[in-house]
């Protein structure tokens, strides 16, 4: 591609030479060059997604008035100005174009604007005609020949197979670093999980730790299960010792519950532990007894939760069962009651009440199959009283708790050990009550005793109450428990009302505090009445309560009803004698006075109600001297009874309000 | 009217009889804390017990040659605490190989008056010091770091500086008279004390 300055269009042309190449000397045939214009456009700029932008061509006008712009219009038109003009376009174009060859420069200028394109191509067809010219003598073979270059015979002898083999080693390199850093590999993820599998003596051993006390002594690994750090002083020792597990066999499969660790606990603590509290009727001999060892299914593990750990707090259950039981036991013995408690074996028997038998046993169950068979029967589940084994366990911490007290520490720091405010004993000149009520005299087998005296007790009131609203529909027995309780005392608030007539009769209610052998009612009306642990107590005063109601129903419905009441009495001397309480007795009379209702009611004897008509209407009455007046007929006369089973209505209150409407005329 | 008989019989049981098992050391202040690790670790689960008492030491000169002693002891964080008066005997001259000094022990809580009381009965204070520290037990036992201080000026025990630059350090156990085991106890927790502290049986005498 030429860019001729000779065409002021500067358009670029291509030249195909065209045709076969003749060898042409000077004036050989001529060949055929044909031009034809690339029409391209010059490039003003690629964008970004390879799209080219052309420069536009410029136009016809625009092209003239660029080559306009070049003439000189202040040179002027003659012909030796043309020629001037001629020289300078000649110097000027000779300027423009410096890098034009030494020949061309010497050329004509108006001549021809193809010049150097023909003198390139002509060189070029030269060139071209001596190779051919060559290249046909070469071949003739007459007088040139050709003659090949030596080679190196080691250059080409199996390129090929040398290039294999070099590869082949190549690859084997690499293949051999890639399979050894694989080896290495696999072999460390198959440790891994041979370690995972395993768990790692270490491993477990520091999770042993971080929940029981260990120690190394010599090169055995002995740990303490007991209390004895918490404030216990039971003389058990508590050590057990860790081994190591290595009964394991690699080839087989590892087994899930493998563990690297094995504890080995004390014999006497072997097996699992809990005690027995349990309130029964009193045996009729003590024949068998201490011969208890009823077995609770184990509780179920939890997941993930070691073996050893498991074992460990079993063990330690059992020695807290023990200690609980030993301290009972000791005190059973020592301190003086009015019923001597029995300790035989494993059970200390005590009488909270007559014809009551409170049993504290403990159960020790060493997992060995030959105890398992020598008691068949399945053990009753509602005798033990999980309440007061709770409560057994909490007040042995609560012992251990109070050894570790601060209120132990001596101020000053040499005095002796003891409690802070018997050292005041001394000082303060206390006499002995004083210091007998400062030491603490209850001993834990006085608590339980009590807490079971209290729990029965309580469970005897509920059922007395029960017992009395399903059998006596009359006047309904409500019963409300308090929720929040104490160990030593209970209460419950007892209603006493009518079916129906709830607003009006609400005279009875009493609040019972349960105590551990008392009950004290406190009634509504401010009596404070103390009952003793019989059943038949309660259970009389609350039927001697329920008539008194009735009778303070029917005054109250007489306050409703308008009827007058005449007389009233809580506890009535005449009649007969009552077994149980006192027999209540009332008289309301009708509004307009002409009738009269006498009711009696007594907690044996039933309700009696009798009506007293005005005397006109009476026909059985003898006539007398002594009434002349007939006013006299109007006043209330004799009394007739009521069959009560055969009123109508469905209780008392109801069958009384009937009564006195029907008395009531209408006005 | 007659005086009513005093008994001349001696008194014996209840606390008369009480020995004190002695063993002591001492650590400098820079070990204290690695000390107070250490006890906390092996001694009773409790939190640690900090202390300041004022001890005054009452000379009772008799016409023989050995005058009585008794030490009177007050706390100063707990000042309604009753005082303390102790009566230490002679070390017991027992066989060499116990390993803690013994000497008869006779504690006395009383109140408040105890100072003015002494001096009616003629005892005369030798002199006092106020020891600060801390108090540890592992069941009889009692382990007792204190500090001591002297009191510049006496009955004010704002001003106190310390005697030295170190820790007293005592293990003591009060056991009736007779029980030798409690020294074979004693001995093998000192020895877990053991670089830490060196707690010996130290004769008063011997020092004197």
């Given at each position: 591609m030429y860019n001729n300055a000779f065409n002021p269009a500067s358009q670029t042309y291509v030249v195909v030479v065209g045709g076969v190449c003749h060898s042409i000397m000077s004036g050989g045939p001529a060949v055929r060059v044909s031009i034809e214009s690339a029409c391209e456009k010059q490039v003003q700029e690629v964008s970004l997604d390879g799209v080219e932008t052309y420069v536009p061509p410029l136009s016809m006008s625009q092209n003239l008035a660029r080559l306009t712009q070049r003439i000189d219009f202040s040179q002027g038109s003659d012909s030796e100005e043309e020629g001037g003009v001629g020289e300078q376009r000649d110097q000027e174009w000779g300027k423009q174009e410096p890098e034009e060859d030494e020949a061309t420069v010497k050329f004509q200028p108006s001549l021809w604007p193809w010049d150097s394109v023909r003198n390139n191509l002509r060189s070029a067809l030269t060139e071209m005609c001596v190779l051919y010219d060559v290249l046909n003598i070469v071949k003739q073979k007459k007088y040139m020949t050709l003659d090949p270059v030596s080679q190196d015979p080691m250059a080409g002898k199996s390129p090929q197979v040398f290039q294999l083999i070099s590869k082949k080693k190549a690859l084997a390199n690499a293949a051999q670093l890639l399979l050894k850093g694989a080896e290495k590999l696999s072999k460390s993820v198959a440790e891994n999980q041979e370690n995972r599998r395993q768990r790692d003596f270490n491993s477990e051993l520091l999770r042993l730790r971080s929940q029981w006390k260990l120690r190394k002594v010599g090169d055995k690994i002995l740990g303490d299960l007991s209390y004895r750090s918490a404030g216990s002083l039971f003389p058990h020792h508590g050590t057990f010792e860790v081994i190591k597990n290595?009964?394991?066999?690699?080839?087989?499969?590892?087994?899930?519950?493998?563990?690297?660790?094995?504890?080995?606990?004390?014999?006497?603590?072997?097996?699992?532990?809990?005690?027995?509290?349990?309130?029964?009727?009193?045996?009729?001999?003590?024949?068998?007894?201490?011969?208890?060892?009823?077995?609770?299914?184990?509780?179920?593990?939890?997941?993930?939760?070691?073996?050893?750990?498991?074992?460990?707090?079993?063990?330690?259950?059992?020695?807290?069962?023990?200690?609980?039981?030993?301290?009972?036991?000791?005190?059973?013995?020592?301190?003086?009651?009015?019923?001597?408690?029995?300790?035989?074996?494993?059970?200390?028997?005590?009488?909270?009440?007559?014809?009551?038998?409170?049993?504290?046993?403990?159960?020790?169950?060493?997992?060995?199959?030959?105890?398992?068979?020598?008691?068949?029967?399945?053990?009753?589940?509602?005798?033990?009283?999980?309440?007061?084994?709770?409560?057994?366990?909490?007040?042995?911490r609560e012992f251990h708790k109070h050894t570790l007290s601060s209120t132990v520490m001596p101020h000053p720091a040499t005095a002796p050990f003891g409690h802070k405010r018997l050292r005041l004993a001394g000082p303060m000149a206390y006499d002995k009550a004083e210091i007998a009520s400062l030491q603490q005299s209850e001993g834990l087998l006085e608590k339980i005793i009590k807490q079971a005296k209290h729990i029965f007790l309580r469970s005897r009131t509920a059922r007395t109450i029960d017992s009395l609203a399903s059998r006596i529909e009359d006047p309904q027995i409500q019963a409300h428990w308090s929720n929040i309780n104490d160990v030593y005392e209970s209460s419950v608030k007892v209603l006493i009302t009518s079916q129906g007539y709830e607003q009006i009769c609400k005279s009875i209610q009493l609040q019972l505090n349960i105590g551990v052998e008392q009950i004290r009612v406190v009634h509504r009306d401010g009596r404070v009445i103390t009952l003793s642990h019989q059943e038949q107590e309660l259970q009389d005063f609350l039927l001697s309560q329920m008539s008194q109601h009735q009778v303070h129903a029917v005054q109250q419905l007489a306050k409703v009803m308008g009827w007058h009441v005449l007389s009233f009495s809580n506890h009535v001397g005449l009649g007969p004698v009552e077994s149980i309480g006192n027999a209540s007795a009332i008289t309301v009379a009708s509004p307009n006075g002409e009738y009269a209702i006498s009711v009696r009611n007594g907690p044996e004897s039933g309700c009696k109600v009798l009506v007293q008509f005005p005397r006109n209407q009476c026909k059985e009455l003898p006539k007398s001297d002594v009434i002349q007046d007939n006013k006299w007929n109007h006043l209330r006369g004799p009394y007739k009874e009521v069959h009560w089973s055969r009123m109508e209505g469905r209780n008392f209150v109801y069958k009384m309000e009937l009564l006195m409407a029907a008395l009531t005329p209408c006005p | 009217m007659e005086a009513p008989p005093v008994t001349v019989m001696p008194v014996t049981g209840g606390t008369i009889n009480m020995m004190e098992y002695l063993l002591q050391g001492s650590v400098l202040d820079q070990a204290l804390d690695s000390l107070l690790h250490r006890l906390r670790g092996l001694c009773d689960n409790m939190e640690p017990e900090s202390f300041a008492d004022h001890e005054m030491v009452y000379l009772l000169k008799g016409q023989q040659g050995n005058p009585f002693l008794l030490r009177a002891r007050r706390s100063l964080a707990h000042p309604p605490a009753p005082w303390h008066l102790r009566y230490l005997g002679q070390p017991e001259v027992g066989d060499k190989s116990r390993h803690a000094l013994v000497r008869n022990c006779v504690d006395v809580a009383t109140s408040h008056s105890l100072p003015e009381f002494l001096n009616e009965m003629g005892f005369r204070m030798d002199h006092e010091f106020v020891a600060k520290g801390h108090i540890f037990r592992k069941g009889s036992l009692k382990v007792v770091v204190s500090k001591l201080f002297r009191v510049l000026v006496q009955g004010n025990t704002e001003n106190t500086e310390p005697l030295s630059l170190s820790y007293l350090v005592e293990l003591s156990v009060l056991a009736p008279a007779g029980q030798d085991t409690v020294s074979e106890d004693m001995r093998a927790f000192a020895e877990q004390l053991k670089p830490l502290v060196h707690l010996e049986k130290i004769d008063p005498k011997r020092h004197m």
């Amino acid at each position: 591609m030429y860019n001729n300055a000779f065409n002021p269009a500067s358009q670029t042309y291509v030249v195909v030479v065209g045709g076969v190449c003749h060898s042409i000397m000077s004036g050989g045939p001529a060949v055929r060059v044909s031009i034809e214009s690339a029409c391209e456009k010059q490039v003003q700029e690629v964008s970004l997604d390879g799209v080219e932008t052309y420069v536009p061509p410029l136009s016809m006008s625009q092209n003239l008035a660029r080559l306009t712009q070049r003439i000189d219009f202040s040179q002027g038109s003659d012909s030796e100005e043309e020629g001037g003009v001629g020289e300078q376009r000649d110097q000027e174009w000779g300027k423009q174009e410096p890098e034009e060859d030494e020949a061309t420069v010497k050329f004509q200028p108006s001549l021809w604007p193809w010049d150097s394109v023909r003198n390139n191509l002509r060189s070029a067809l030269t060139e071209m005609c001596v190779l051919y010219d060559v290249l046909n003598i070469v071949k003739q073979k007459k007088y040139m020949t050709l003659d090949p270059v030596s080679q190196d015979p080691m250059a080409g002898k199996s390129p090929q197979v040398f290039q294999l083999i070099s590869k082949k080693k190549a690859l084997a390199n690499a293949a051999q670093l890639l399979l050894k850093g694989a080896e290495k590999l696999s072999k460390s993820v198959a440790e891994n999980q041979e370690n995972r599998r395993q768990r790692d003596f270490n491993s477990e051993l520091l999770r042993l730790r971080s929940q029981w006390k260990l120690r190394k002594v010599g090169d055995k690994i002995l740990g303490d299960l007991s209390y004895r750090s918490a404030g216990s002083l039971f003389p058990h020792h508590g050590t057990f010792e860790v081994i190591k597990n290595t009964d394991i066999d690699l080839d087989k499969k590892i087994p899930e519950d493998y563990c690297p660790l094995n504890v080995q606990i004390p014999s006497d603590l072997e097996g699992s532990a809990y005690i027995k509290v349990s309130i029964q009727k009193q045996a009729p001999d003590i024949g068998d007894l201490g011969t208890l060892s009823l077995f609770r299914r184990q509780p179920k593990l939890k997941a993930g939760t070691q073996p050893w750990h498991l074992k460990l707090e079993a063990a330690q259950n059992v020695l807290l069962c023990k200690e609980i039981f030993a301290q009972l036991s000791r005190e059973a013995v020592q301190i003086k009651s009015q019923i001597p408690h029995i300790v035989v074996k494993n059970q200390i028997i005590s009488q909270p009440f007559p014809g009551l038998q409170l049993s504290i046993s403990l159960c020790h169950s060493t997992g060995d199959k030959k105890n398992q068979k020598a008691s068949p029967e399945k053990p009753k589940p509602d005798d033990h009283l999980y309440v007061l084994e709770h409560n057994l366990h909490q007040l042995m911490r609560e012992f251990h708790k109070h050894t570790l007290s601060s209120t132990v520490m001596p101020h000053p720091a040499t005095a002796p050990f003891g409690h802070k405010r018997l050292r005041l004993a001394g000082p303060m000149a206390y006499d002995k009550a004083e210091i007998a009520s400062l030491q603490q005299s209850e001993g834990l087998l006085e608590k339980i005793i009590k807490q079971a005296k209290h729990i029965f007790l309580r469970s005897r009131t509920a059922r007395t109450i029960d017992s009395l609203a399903s059998r006596i529909e009359d006047p309904q027995i409500q019963a409300h428990w308090s929720n929040i309780n104490d160990v030593y005392e209970s209460s419950v608030k007892v209603l006493i009302t009518s079916q129906g007539y709830e607003q009006i009769c609400k005279s009875i209610q009493l609040q019972l505090n349960i105590g551990v052998e008392q009950i004290r009612v406190v009634h509504r009306d401010g009596r404070v009445i103390t009952l003793s642990h019989q059943e038949q107590e309660l259970q009389d005063f609350l039927l001697s309560q329920m008539s008194q109601h009735q009778v303070h129903a029917v005054q109250q419905l007489a306050k409703v009803m308008g009827w007058h009441v005449l007389s009233f009495s809580n506890h009535v001397g005449l009649g007969p004698v009552e077994s149980i309480g006192n027999a209540s007795a009332i008289t309301v009379a009708s509004p307009n006075g002409e009738y009269a209702i006498s009711v009696r009611n007594g907690p044996e004897s039933g309700c009696k109600v009798l009506v007293q008509f005005p005397r006109n209407q009476c026909k059985e009455l003898p006539k007398s001297d002594v009434i002349q007046d007939n006013k006299w007929n109007h006043l209330r006369g004799p009394y007739k009874e009521v069959h009560w089973s055969r009123m109508e209505g469905r209780n008392f209150v109801y069958k009384m309000e009937l009564l006195m409407a029907a008395l009531t005329p209408c006005p | 009217m007659e005086a009513p008989p005093v008994t001349v019989m001696p008194v014996t049981g209840g606390t008369i009889n009480m020995m004190e098992y002695l063993l002591q050391g001492s650590v400098l202040d820079q070990a204290l804390d690695s000390l107070l690790h250490r006890l906390r670790g092996l001694c009773d689960n409790m939190e640690p017990e900090s202390f300041a008492d004022h001890e005054m030491v009452y000379l009772l000169k008799g016409q023989q040659g050995n005058p009585f002693l008794l030490r009177a002891r007050r706390s100063l964080a707990h000042p309604p605490a009753p005082w303390h008066l102790r009566y230490l005997g002679q070390p017991e001259v027992g066989d060499k190989s116990r390993h803690a000094l013994v000497r008869n022990c006779v504690d006395v809580a009383t109140s408040h008056s105890l100072p003015e009381f002494l001096n009616e009965m003629g005892f005369r204070m030798d002199h006092e010091f106020v020891a600060k520290g801390h108090i540890f037990r592992k069941g009889s036992l009692k382990v007792v770091v204190s500090k001591l201080f002297r009191v510049l000026v006496q009955g004010n025990t704002e001003n106190t500086e310390p005697l030295s630059l170190s820790y007293l350090v005592e293990l003591s156990v009060l056991a009736p008279a007779g029980q030798d085991t409690v020294s074979e106890d004693m001995r093998a927790f000192a020895e877990q004390l053991k670089p830490l502290v060196h707690l010996e049986k130290i004769d008063p005498k011997r020092h004197m």
